[in-house]
């Protein structure tokens, strides 16, 4: 098992089912699996996305240590639902659990990435509400 110290916590940028998503992943950018290890549908519905003991390709310099987490929707011009957050906070909590991580992220708190990813509607506060 790698040793995984914090989640990063991203959007899809669109209305793009988890399937579309890996379809994407897979065919245009050649990778051998979703980016995300999960993926937060509208309905608040948790997917596996690719293996957790595999490394993620969901922020590029940092994915060793790391789970990608990516909420379907666009957050630069929506807020993340109800479901969504809820269904985000319990994965959270369990994953802390499992695995002891101190450090919850968004895509944009790294340095090599300028976007507001997961958007400019979305901060970590949304959880604890």
């Not at 990778?31 to 390709?57: E, M, P, S």
């Not at 994965?91 to 300028?114: G, Q, T």
């Amino acid at each position: 098992m790698r040793k995984i110290n914090k989640i990063v916590i991203h959007h899809s940028q669109s209305r793009k089912t988890f399937d579309e998503i890996k379809k994407l992943h897979v065919n245009k950018y050649k990778w051998n699996d979703i980016g995300y290890h999960f993926v937060i549908d509208k309905d608040g519905n948790v997917l596996n996305g690719r293996d957790i003991n595999k490394i993620g390709a969901h922020v590029y310099g940092y994915n060793e240590d790391s789970l990608g987490i990516c909420l379907i929707g666009n957050f630069d011009v929506e807020f993340p639902n109800h479901l969504q957050l809820n269904s985000l906070s319990i994965l959270i909590k369990d994953l802390k659990s499992k695995f002891d991580i101190k450090e919850i992220k968004m895509h944009r708190d790294f340095p090599n990435v300028a976007k507001t990813c997961p958007g400019k509607n979305f901060n970590i506060n949304m959880l604890y509400t």
